[in-house]
C-alpha cells in the first residue's frame, strides 16, 4: 500500500509529493520545489527511507530543494532524457530568472513505461510530452502524479520552450484518460482531482 505526503513549496507554490510504500518504508520525492528540511521532516515522521527523487520536468520551480535533499541523503535523481539537457542549464530551466541559476545533471535517465520500485511496489513512468518534450507522470496504483501536464480542471501551459498544444492534449487524451476513473490525480500545482471528474468537467478536454 502506498502513501502520500503532500508539501506545497517554493516562491511558485510547487505541490512537493512524498510517497512511500507502508510495507518497505522505502519513499520517493516527486518535484522537490523547495523547502529540503520539510521533507526530510516528512520522512523521519513517517520512519520512511528516502530511495530516490523523480523530477516530472525540468523547470525552475520543480528543483529548488534537489541538491540539498540529494547532500543530505545521498540519494540520486531522475528526469525523462528528453528534459536532461534543461537541468543542465539554468536559462533553459528559468532558474536564472528566478534568482537561483540553478545547474544539475541527472544520476539517471527515465523513458516511458519504465518501472521504479520501492519495496515490492512499482511506479510507472508514463511520457506525457506537451508542457516540455520530457514530461512525465507517475502511476502508483490509485495514485497519479501529473506534474504540469494535467491540473484540477485545467492543463499545462505550452508557451515555454518544448511546449506543443496539440500535443499536450493527445497526451493527455491517449496516455491518462484511458485510466479509470477512480484514479486520483495529484498535480504539480493545485488541489487533487480524480480521472473521472477531469474526463466529464476539465473544459480543455
Known amino acids: 500500500m ?21 510495507d518497505s518504508k522505502e519513499a520517493m520525492v516527486i518535484d522537490p520545489g523547495g523547502n529540503a528540511g520539510g521533507v526530510i521532516q516528512v520522512l523521519e515522521q513517517q ?20 541538491s540539498e535533499l540529494k547532500q543530505r541523503t545521498g540519494v540520486s535523481m531522475m528526469i525523462h532524457n528528453e528534459d536532461a539537457a534543461m537541468l543542465a542549464d539554468s536559462k533553459r530551466n528559468f532558474t536564472s530568472m528566478m534568482g537561483t541559476g ?56 505550452t508557451d515555454l520552450e518544448g511546449g506543443n498544444h496539440r500535443q499536450l492534449i493527445r497526451s493527455i487524451q491517449e496516455r491518462l484518460m484511458i485510466l479509470d476513473d477512480n484514479i486520483v490525480v495529484y498535480p504539480g500545482h493545485g488541489p487533487e482531482s480524480t480521472i473521472g471528474e477531469e474526463r466529464k468537467r476539465n473544459p480543455y478536454l
Not at 3 to 22: A, E, M, S
Not at 49 to 62: A, N, P
Open 102 to 157: 540553478v545547474e544539475m545533471t541527472p544520476d539517471g535517465l527515465l523513458e516511458d513505461g519504465d518501472e521504479i520500485l520501492l519495496g515490492e511496489k512499482s511506479v510507472v513512468v508514463i511520457h506525457t510530452p506537451g508542457h516540455t518534450q520530457g514530461g512525465i507522470c507517475l502511476k502508483a496504483d490509485q495514485f497519479l502524479f501529473t506534474g504540469d501536464t494535467l491540473f484540477m480542471l485545467s492543463i499545462g501551459r
Open 47 to 66: 520512519g520512511w527511507k528516502l530511495k530516490l527523487i523523480v523530477l516530472t520536468h525540468g523547470h525552475g520551480d520543480h528543483i529548488g530543494a534537489v
Open 2 to 22: 502506498f502513501n502520500v505526503k503532500k508539501l506545497v513549496t517554493g516562491p511558485l507554490q510547487v505541490n512537493t509529493y512524498i510517497l512511500g510504500d507502508v
